[in-house]
């Protein structure tokens, strides 16, 4: 049974779908943050909107986290690379095994008819 959960986990559809999840929820919190941190505070703060001063229009920096964000961002480059090496090294080892499955010696082929009358005919004249 363990072995057939093994074979299951290393299957590439399955190794394929968790990266996804993995990466997806991280992806979430990078848009999670830019809604939050960016989006909503521009939207919703009026202290954020263009304050016009002499005909200059001048944005006040108030409720926007920038620093959320990029910590966001930086978070998911993380994961992903995490992620990366792990697919790497997982393909890595199917390499190596596929490798020494294929250099394992095949069987010796069974003798033809032919090759064993003639084998009997040799040990017939050898006994002789």
Do not use: H, Q, Y
């Not at 005909?55 to 930086?74: S, Y």
């Not at 978070?75 to 095994?97: H, P, Q, S, Y």
């Amino acid at each position: 049974m363990l072995k057939e959960f093994k074979a299951f986990i290393m299957r590439g559809n399955v190794v394929d779908l968790a990266v996804a999840i993995i990466l997806g929820a991280a992806f979430s919190t990078i848009v999670t943050s830019l809604v939050n941190d960016i989006i909503t505070p521009l939207i919703l703060n009026p202290a954020l909107r263009a304050v016009g001063v002499g005909g200059v229009e001048l944005w006040t920096p108030g409720g926007i986290a920038l620093g959320k964000f990029i910590a966001a961002i930086i978070n998911f480059v993380v994961v992903a690379f995490c992620i990366f090496i792990i697919v790497k090294g997982m393909n890595k080892a199917m390499t190596l095994r596929k490798k020494k499955e294929d250099e394992a010696p095949a069987p010796p082929a069974e003798p033809s008819n032919e090759e064993k009358l003639l084998m009997e005919i040799r040990d017939l004249l050898k006994n002789k």
